[in-house]
């Protein structure tokens, strides 16, 4: 008798599992973070690029919106690319970070 068969079983169905989770949890960044960070980009680029290149406000909205695209296809590759799960949410809410910070600094005075 085997005694070894049904730790090998478990251990097989933990990964599988721990797997799953993974993939998941990329999805959940890739979704969520990727939508966060398309519209703080959107938002802070908007504001930023008047005071830039002298744009209109108008015409600085439509190019942010259309930008929004890019940079939610880069998270939603770059998430899918990363070692881990922990670092695709590592990135994603650093990029947040520096993102929310310009958005809050380019509102400043």
Known sequence: MNID???RQAS????KSGYRWSVFSRVMAALF?????SALATAALSLLLPRILGAGRADAVLAATLA????YT???IWVFT?????????G???MGLVLGLSLLLSRWP
């Open 5 to 7: 068969g049904p730790r």
């Open 12 to 15: 097989a169905l933990h990964r």
């Open 33 to 37: 973070g990727g939508y966060a960070i």
């Open 68 to 71: 929004s695209f890019v940079w």
């Open 74 to 76: 880069v998270v939603v």
């Open 82 to 90: 990363a070692r881990s799960a922990w670092r695709a949410w590592a």
């Open 92 to 94: 994603v809410v650093s």
